[in-house]
């Protein structure tokens, strides 16, 4: 997951005149050079999904493929997450109209504190209030897991998520092979679940497992994390799933 450093909102125009509309003032929502969302006033917030980046030749919802996203909330973050449900639903050929923006793909999950979630997001780019978003649930935060994981070595993450053979080389606490078992069993237990889940702060009691993986320089790759009693999924920068 990754936090935004400067989400900030600007005016710009869209240039609509190809079918004969005018050029539209929009404002956006940007973050330094990436822009987030390029018509605050275009978003639909009566559905639980959004296309961030509307066509910009016709300004409807749905014309450009891709871009699409939900929010949700989790403890005191707010996360920009793919639009899980939409993937879900679509027959295969038409997967690729609702993926993510190329940021979320490249970098993973959007994480915002609640303060600034109210103060940016809420206030200026008209998101809904942070106690209205629903829940993140442990099937989302399961295909997020696999969506972090480096090299994609739980598979592609449209895919079930299933460990590539082989790829875990050692693991920094215990025999790698019983932690593969805890990271496996913790993951399936997310994805047959429909619960609510929470992403909190590791804490010093928590010691984070790392694997090594049979990649190029044998890349670090933080999994799992144990307070002494129970095992738990780790993701970065610091949260434990519960």
């Not at 993973?108 to 609640?114: C, D, K, Q, S």
């Amino acid at each position: 997951m990754w936090q935004l450093t400067a989400p900030a909102i600007r005016g710009a125009i869209l240039d609509f005149s190809a079918l004969g509309q005018s050029h539209t003032a929009v404002t956006q929502l940007v973050d330094g050079d990436l822009t987030l969302v390029n018509a605050i006033e275009l978003l639909d917030w009566e559905r639980a999904e959004q296309q961030l980046m509307t066509c910009e030749v016709c300004g409807i919802t749905g014309c450009a493929p891709g871009n699409w996203v939900q929010v949700k909330r989790s403890e005191s973050l707010a996360l920009i997450t793919p639009a899980f449900s939409l993937l879900s639903e679509a027959p295969q050929h038409l997967a690729r109209e609702y993926v993510p923006p190329h940021y979320l793909l490249e970098k993973g999950v959007i994480f915002i504190e609640r303060v600034q979630y109210s103060d940016i997001f809420h206030r200026l780019a008209d998101f809904p209030g942070f106690a209205t978003l629903a829940p993140l649930m442990s099937q989302e935060i399961g295909k997020i897991y696999q969506l972090e994981a480096p090299f994609q070595v739980l598979d592609d993450w449209q895919a079930p998520p299933k460990l590539l053979p082989d790829i875990v080389i050692a693991s920094s606490e215990g025999s790698h092979l019983e932690q593969i078992q805890h990271l496996t069993d913790l993951l399936e237990q997310l994805l047959c679940e429909n619960r609510p889940v929470n992403l909190r702060p590791t804490v010093q009691a928590d010691q984070v497992i790392n694997f090594y993986l049979d990649v190029a320089g044998v890349p670090r790759w933080p999994v799992l994390s144990y307070d002494g009693t129970h095992y738990s999924l780790y993701l970065e920068p610091g949260y434990i799933i519960t």
